[in-house]
């Protein structure tokens, strides 16, 4: 079955400054990658997703990169503020199957 | 769009009691529901997948009689724990998606259940 991980599993950052997360999955199979940010005692909310057919995707501050070959995925956010401070969840799903979650990235944004 | 309703937001019970969960999508028909558990600081642990109309597939080490799920329509999902014990304690997600390729999932607000 999948398995992916997820670095690092902190990550402290100035405010303004980029961060970056990396996801590894090992089933070639899949081809859906979402990214969900979760704050303390909330739901998962999604912030963007990759399919396998793309590259790179953006969305004003936060952008994913897929690498298929490498079966790595990264999650980018610029120009980063206090709000953007949660806990970041990757995904990796064949297609119409389960998700598959990695171990999570706390990201805190220092003032 | 896409908002899951999950209720309640927070149970506490005695042992033995038994408790029970809804997870409701408002605004779409969700042909999969999804229930999780989420320790303290760690990642969502997939406890089963239900499809509506049929029964639900359990993980490995998720005891079906102990998590007993019902997907009765499009739009609803339960999950009743049976007989809870402390070591159940726990905070628990739902999550429903739309269609069955390549889409997100959409959460629900969690349950967090204390059994002393």
């Known amino acids: 079955g999948e398995n992916v991980e997820q670095h690092p599993s902190t990550l402290s950052v100035q405010e303004g400054d980029s961060a970056v997360i990396k996801c590894t999955y090992s089933?070639?199979?899949?081809?859906?990658f979402p990214w969900y940010k979760q704050e303390l005692g909330k739901r998962p909310q999604l912030i963007i997703d990759?399919?396998?057919?793309?590259g790179e995707k953006k969305d004003q501050r936060i952008a994913v990169t897929l690498n298929k070959t490498a079966k790595h995925f990264s999650l980018h956010i610029t120009e980063t503020q206090p709000e953007d401070s949660a806990v970041y969840f990757c995904?990796?799903?064949?297609?119409?199957?389960?998700?598959?979650f990695g171990p999570g990235t706390r990201l805190s944004v220092l003032p | 769009g896409a908002v899951v309703s999950q209720h309640p937001s927070r149970v506490i019970c005695k042992s033995g009691t038994s408790v029970k969960i809804e997870c409701r999508s408002l605004?779409?028909?969700?042909?999969?529901m999804f229930w999780y558990r989420q320790f303290p600081k760690q990642s969502l642990m997939l406890m089963a997948t239900?499809?509506?109309?049929?029964?639900?597939?359990?993980e490995q080490g998720v005891e079906k009689d102990k998590f007993l799920i019902n997907h009765a329509s499009l739009t609803l999902s339960t999950l009743t724990v049976t007989s809870a014990h402390p070591e159940d304690s726990s905070f628990y997600i739902c999550?429903?998606?739309?269609?069955?390729?390549?889409?997100?999932?959409?959460f629900g607000d969690g349950t967090r259940l204390s059994i002393l």
């Open positions: 999550s429903a998606r739309q269609g069955r390729g390549n889409q997100p999932q959409h």
């Open positions: 089933d070639s199979a899949s081809n859906y």
């Open positions: 990759i399919r396998s057919n793309v």
């Open positions: 995904a990796a799903s064949p297609y119409g199957q389960n998700f598959v």
């Open positions: 605004d779409f028909q969700a042909t999969t």
């Open positions: 239900s499809n509506e109309g049929s029964k639900a597939t359990y």
